[in-house]
């Protein structure tokens, strides 16, 4: 209706690196991305407006690798005991909502609530409760769960 609107959207890309390494590695990286999301705004009545987004995004790395026939025994070796490169992942839903208000033709007030939770899993900023390491020896620790929340309130002027 003219009061009421919905949207939402569905999204999926992917990506594939092939590559050639030295000491006889061979790399395929495949990146994965999907993403989903649903909105909605509206009018209650002629001075409130309300409105949210809901929406989620998994990306996903995979590293398969292997040999080529002139591998050295090394090569070998160690991918044998390793398995290779663990995958990386990411994932992230956020939630935002707001209300305006308008109080008169030239000012209105508007609050936004906002909560977002990622997860990531990457082994590239730390591995098995190992964190990073810089050339200087400073560390970095990565937290794999994190959330955040905002409360915002803006004064709208317009002139």
């Known amino acids: 209706s003219d009061k009421w609107h919905l949207n939402g959207y569905a999204s999926q890309g992917s990506q594939r690196v092939?590559?050639?390494?030295?000491?006889?590695?061979?790399?395929?990286?495949?990146?994965?991305?999907?993403?989903?999301?649903?909105?909605?705004?509206?009018?209650?009545?002629?001075?409130?407006?309300?409105?949210?987004?809901?929406?989620?995004?998994?990306?996903?790395?995979?590293?398969?690798q292997g040999l080529d026939a002139f591998a050295p025994a090394e090569s070998v070796a160690l991918l044998t005991a390793t398995g290779g490169l663990p995958n990386v992942s990411f994932r992230q839903t956020s939630l935002s909502l707001f209300g305006k208000y308008e109080i008169d033709k030239k000012s209105a007030l508007r609050i936004n609530l906002v909560y977002q939770h990622s997860q990531v899993d990457d082994w590239m900023?730390?591995?098995?409760?190992?964190?990073?390491?810089?050339?200087?020896?400073?560390?970095?620790?990565?937290?794999?769960?994190?959330?955040?929340?905002?409360?915002?309130?803006?004064?709208l002027y317009r002139f």
Do not use: C, H
């Open 18 to 64: 092939q590559q050639s390494r030295f000491a006889g590695y061979i790399m395929s990286f495949q990146d994965t991305t999907t993403g989903v999301g649903i909105g909605f705004t509206g009018k209650p009545d002629a001075k409130f407006e309300v409105g949210g987004t809901l929406s989620y995004i998994n990306d996903k790395n995979e590293y398969a």
């Open 125 to 155: 900023w730390g591995y098995n409760g190992t964190p990073y390491a810089y050339s200087d020896a400073t560390t970095l620790v990565q937290q794999p769960n994190q959330s955040v929340g905002l409360v915002g309130v803006t004064y």
